[in-house]
Every structure is written in structure tokens, then in C-alpha cells.
């Protein structure tokens, strides 16, 4: 949900559709929204959510982003949602905030690329800050509060199998 109350989207944009699959693996406190340019495919839904109550993460979650990790012990979450409203952390106010961590992970079909066609990932909405990584690779990070960040993410795709 946005402060006014409105929800973002998780939109992906491509230019063909394909059978490809990709997990996005997100360490983040966010609502999100991806998108591309001329066709469109919402994330929005169930994604795989570990909370993590530290400044840092356990040893067995240090390479949650790999693609190879099993994420099936996860809960579940809402995108878009936040971890509060989801009843995944209490609510913190002031400056009492600790530093935690939330691990998101969803598989989605990608679109098969021609020739020049690039691939785009847009987050419409995270609030503090955010990793991204495709099939086990770091593409960027972005730290703001719900300012909207775009990554062309075609570089990390895979040309044949699954993307993950």
C-alpha cells in the first residue's frame, strides 16, 4: 500500500513471451512494482519472504540469492504489502528502529528476446532500501523511500534453461 492508500503493481515488460523462469532475490523492507516497455506482467502476488531480526544474516541465508537455494522452509508474502501489515515484525517507531532484513524470492516466465530487445525490471515502490539479484549475479543496489528505480536486467538472463 502507498501512504495514500493506493497499492503499486509488480510489472515486468518485455517484448515477446516465453517458458524461461527467473527468481528475483530481493533483501528489502518494500511495496514493489516492475515493469518494461511494451508488454507487461505483474509480480504481484505470493512471493517466498524470510524475515530476519539482525543486522546480519545467518550463515545458512548468506547465499539466499543463488539459485540453486531452497527457499521452500519460507513463509509466504504478499507483493505489494509491507512486512508489518503482513504481521511479519512488529511495528518500530522513532529512533528505535533496528536494522533487520527481508529476504523475498519469486520465480516468474520471462519473455524469450530477439536480437537488440533488452529486458527491464522496475520497482515502483520500496521503502529504505533494497539488493537486487538475478540467477545468483548482483545487479544494483537503491536506497530511497518509494522512489521508483529501473534495471536492465538482460545481461543476467540465461539463453538456454531456466532463469533463476
Not at 518494461?36 to 505483474?42: D, F, M, Q, T
Not at 536494522?99 to 529486458?119: I, K, M, P, Q, V
Amino acid at each position: 500500500m502507498t501512504r495514500d492508500g493506493g497499492s503499486k503493481q509488480f510489472i515486468i515488460q518485455h517484448h515477446d513471451m516465453s517458458k524461461r523462469v527467473l527468481i528475483i532475490s530481493i533483501v528489502a523492507v518494500f511495496t514493489v512494482c516492475v515493469f518494461a516497455e511494451k508488454n507487461r506482467l505483474s509480480l504481484d502476488g505470493s512471493w517466498a519472504f524470510c524475515y530476519v531480526d539482525s543486522a546480519s544474516l545467518p550463515e545458512e541465508l548468506r547465499l539466499f540469492y543463488m539459485s540453486e537455494y531452497d527457499c521452500s522452509s519460507w513463509d509466504s508474502i504478499s507483493v505489494p504489502s509491507n512486512w508489518e501489515i503482513a504481521g511479519k515484525k512488529i511495528p518500530e517507531y522513532g529512533g528505535d528502529v533496528k536494522h533487520c532484513h527481508g529476504l523475498y524470492r519469486r520465480a516468474f516466465a520471462a519473455s524469450t528476446l530477439e536480437d537488440g530487445n533488452r529486458l527491464f525490471l522496475r520497482f515502483d515502490g520500496v521503502l529504505f532500501a533494497y539488493e537486487l539479484y538475478i540467477n545468483g549475479h548482483y545487479v544494483g543496489y537503491h536506497a530511497s523511500a518509494f522512489c521508483r528505480s529501473e534495471w536492465d536486467i538482460t545481461d543476467y538472463l540465461s539463453n538456454e534453461g531456466d532463469n533463476v
